[in-house]
């Protein structure tokens, strides 16, 4: 079987997509991977952890004619770096695969086993048959990603750490017991709800921009597997059963509360943009005040030793009176999900937050506990040039540093909450990577170390052979 060549960027991406979607811990040994290209038809890699998830993504271009079972070790040898190709081969008369690439100008390989009934498992096992894959419409691909930050894992009492796909409603629901998310306006193929385990890999840099089609299978397996296709990647897994998922319509406060605040984008575009950035983002709990009060709507915070800093919007529809302390990510998620209309129901009551349509997006959060910040001597940052209205007889006139934005960007591209964090995969893997430059910039380091010894020695004998000879010549004349 002659070798098959794969870029190494690729091998990389399937590694830390499939780690993620497998929730595989640093050091934990992942499954075999079946490389099998077929004639025209492009590459498909193909893993399968055994609880039955699993992911495959299909390489176009012609190749050999191949089928390999790479070690996951191998794998990530093998895809340690983001550029060049690999050339996989069979050895030892098929037991084992062998891994030829170029480590910057240096010929590197690598030799893996898979045992028997490992490979055999993986050569026999096929994808989820999907004939047709269906498209719950737009915006799908963003909310279910912006669902699955507010999962669960570790909930015992319920599945938390999946998301609700509900046919009847239409629905994505999701909650960690602090945050709640559920969004409307979308179309399932299935009958019943289906809890989803979240599916975090979708936040990978590979599949991250991708739009999402979905699609269930029901035959074959014994637990029915939800199928989520992006590009040319699909990951499966088994749906959850017999378990159970709160009501989330009974704890989602209704009424128009205390205060109502309508955002226009240009003020929610500003606070999205500074909101990570205002005081006291050391607090795990990164507290802020959320204050509806003279048509003004203020988020504000502070640190122990410095004045309070707070935001003040200048185009938003605010009435009613009310004060409430909560986490800034909370506020931050529901900005990212477009919600423009922020409910306050008083300290101890949760926020509740809408996307301007009935058929969007609507978060709730609890409020923390714990004394608002006062508004006395805090700098207000205010999202138009002008004077700040006049502060209530209550509290003394704050300083006010004036911003302006010409061209204010919508709220969710601008949110940095919005942007995934840097995967701690991908760091370890660039973490390898440079070890293995600065190894063999020490290795280089010594050589060159050595031919400097080797080059002062020989000028030493080469002065030393001089002075003899010109003592030499002294005496002769």
Same mark, same amino acid.
């Given at each position: ?285 990164? !507290?802020?005040?959320?204050? %509806?009060?003279?048509?003004?709507? /203020?988020? &504000? +915070? $502070?640190?122990?030793? #410095? =004045?309070?800093? *707070? ?105 940095? !909450?919005?942007?995934?964090? %840097?995967?701690?995969?991908?760091? /370890?893997? &660039? +973490? $390898?990577?440079?070890? #293995? =430059?600065?190894? *063999? ?37």
């Amino acid at each position: 079987m002659p070798p098959i060549n794969l870029p190494r960027r690729t091998l990389h991406s399937f590694r830390l997509v499939l780690k993620k979607h497998l929730t595989l811990k640093a050091r934990d040994a992942g499954p075999p991977v079946r490389v099998h290209a077929a004639e025209g038809g492009g590459t498909r890699l193909t893993a399968i952890g055994p609880d039955g998830r699993g992911i495959s993504l299909l390489i176009p271009g012609e190749r050999p004619s191949s089928d390999l079972v790479l070690p996951f070790g191998l794998l990530a040898e093998a895809g340690a770096a983001k550029t060049g190709d690999v050339a996989l081969a069979e050895a030892d008369g098929g037991d084992a695969v062998v891994a030829h690439w170029d480590e910057r100008g240096v010929p590197r390989s690598a030799h893996g086993t898979v045992e028997k009934a490992d490979r055999d498992r993986a050569t026999t096992f096929a994808p989820p048959a999907v004939e047709d894959l269906h498209d719950p419409g737009p915006g799908f691909a963003a909310a279910l990603r912006q669902a699955i930050a507010v999962t669960d894992a570790e909930s015992t009492r319920y599945a938390l750490g999946c998301v609700r796909l509900d046919p009847h409603a239409g629905r994505i629901e999701a909650t960690d017991s602090h945050c709640l998310l559920i969004a409307r306006g979308f179309d399932f193929p299935w009958e019943q709800p289906v809890l989803l385990p979240a599916p975090h890999a979708l936040g990978c840099s590979p599949l991250k921009d991708l739009d999402v089609h979905v699609a269930r299978v029901t035959d074959g397996p014994k637990v029915p597997l939800v199928v989520l296709s992006a590009g040319d990647w699909r990951l499966w897994t088994p749906e959850v059963r017999d378990a159970r998922f709160p009501d989330l319509d009974r704890v989602v406060p209704g009424g128009e509360g205390k205060a109502t605040v309508s955002l226009s984008e240009a003020d929610a575009a500003f606070l999205a943009d500074r909101l990570d950035r205002l005081p006291g983002d050391g607090d795990a709990r990164r !507290p802020v005040t959320l204050e %509806a009060r003279d048509g003004l709507f /203020l988020v &504000r +915070a $502070a640190e122990e030793g #410095a =004045a309070a800093v *707070e935001l003040a919007t200048a185009s938003s529809e605010v009435t009613g009176k009310a004060v409430a302390v909560a986490d800034r990510r909370f506020l931050a998620r529901a900005l990212a999900a477009g919600c423009a209309r922020i409910v306050l129901h008083g300290p101890e009551e949760p926020v509740r937050c809408d996307a301007p349509k009935d058929a969007g997006t609507t978060v709730v959060f609890a409020t923390l506990a714990g004394d608002a910040v006062p508004a006395e001597g805090a700098v207000r940052l205010i999202a138009e040039a002008g004077p700040a209205p006049e502060p209530s007889p209550a509290a003394a006139a704050p300083a006010t540093v004036p911003f302006r934005s010409p061209n204010p960007a919508p709220a969710v591209s601008r949110s940095k !909450p919005d942007v995934p964090a %840097a995967d701690p995969e991908a760091l /370890l893997d &660039r +973490a $390898a990577a440079l070890t #293995a =430059a600065l190894s *063999e910039a020490a290795s280089q380091a010594r050589s060159l170390s050595a031919d400097l010894r080797k080059l002062k020695r020989r000028d030493r004998a080469v002065a030393s052979a001089l002075g003899s000879l010109k003592r030499l010549g002294d005496l002769a004349a």
